[in-house]
């Protein structure tokens, strides 16, 4: 619940703005990418994810980006609605491993 | 509807008691994970099962058990619950492993069970 956006960098938006969330991998052997959304006192929903094969891939008014080289991986949603305020999570998977690891997350926050 | 059941939401304990955190999925998902979440440290995985019979320890396994003799239920098990345990567990399943398959198989989470030990 609301004790998950503790201790959380904070990005605060305007209403209709677009929204950038930024991630740091750590592995450079990683080969599989996926961003969470999770609201106050519900479990992280899938939003969308990416292979290390691809750069970019777009959903509904989401993109993720990918860049291997530095280690970093965005979640850009256009026209960010306040239904978009959540804590959002990037995990990575290396290849071989049987395990998700997850990010410490970023708290959006979308004024209206 | 898709989804991943957890139960109880919520539960207040003492230290020491036995008690049990069921979870469900009706995806026929091979893969089921437990999850505990603590502010300041994220989603850390406790245990994770391939398939039926199979289970394995995550990073922080100590203090908990699971079985799965059944595909679609993934129990969590906290024999000598002890104040540490206090917190958000989340139960997740996919397809299959994650990172499997030509795109991936991400995680579905359940809505947690929030838990505390006193």
């Known amino acids: 619940g609301e004790s998950v956006g503790l201790h959380l960098p904070t990005l605060s938006v305007q209403e209709g703005d677009n929204s950038i969330i930024n991630c740091a991998y750590s592995?450079?052997?990683?080969?599989?990418f996926i961003w969470y959304k999770q609201e106050s006192g519900k479990g992280p929903q899938f939003i969308i994810d990416i292979r290390s094969n691809m750069d970019k891939r777009q959903g509904q008014r989401v993109t993720v980006l990918l860049n291997k080289t530095v280690k970093h991986l965005s979640l850009q949603i256009a026209a960010t609605q306040p239904g978009d305020s959540a804590v959002y999570f990037c995990?990575?998977?290396?290849?071989?491993?049987?395990?998700?690891?997850f990010g410490k997350g970023m708290k959006l926050t979308v004024n209206p | 509807e898709a989804q991943v059941t957890q139960n109880p939401r919520y539960l207040i304990t003492v230290t020491g008691k036995k008690l049990t955190v069921t979870c469900s999925q009706n995806?026929?998902?091979?893969?089921m994970s437990w999850y505990r979440q603590d502010p300041g440290l994220g989603l850390r995985q406790i245990y994770y099962?391939?398939?039926?019979?199979?289970?394995d320890k995550g990073d922080v396994p100590e203090g908990y058990k699971v079985s799965r003799k059944e595909k679609r239920n993934f129990p969590l098990i906290l024999e000598s619950p002890s104040p540490n345990q206090t917190s958000l567990y989340f139960c997740a399943s996919s397809l299959l492993p994650p990172g499997q398959g030509i795109l991936g198989s991400p995680l579905h989470f359940g809505n947690g069970t929030r838990l505390t030990v006193t």
């Open positions: 995990a990575e998977n290396w290849g071989g491993s049987e395990k998700l690891v």
């Open positions: 995806m026929n998902h091979e893969y």
């Open positions: 099962s391939m398939n039926v019979e199979v289970t």
């Open positions: 592995n450079s052997a990683s080969d599989y």
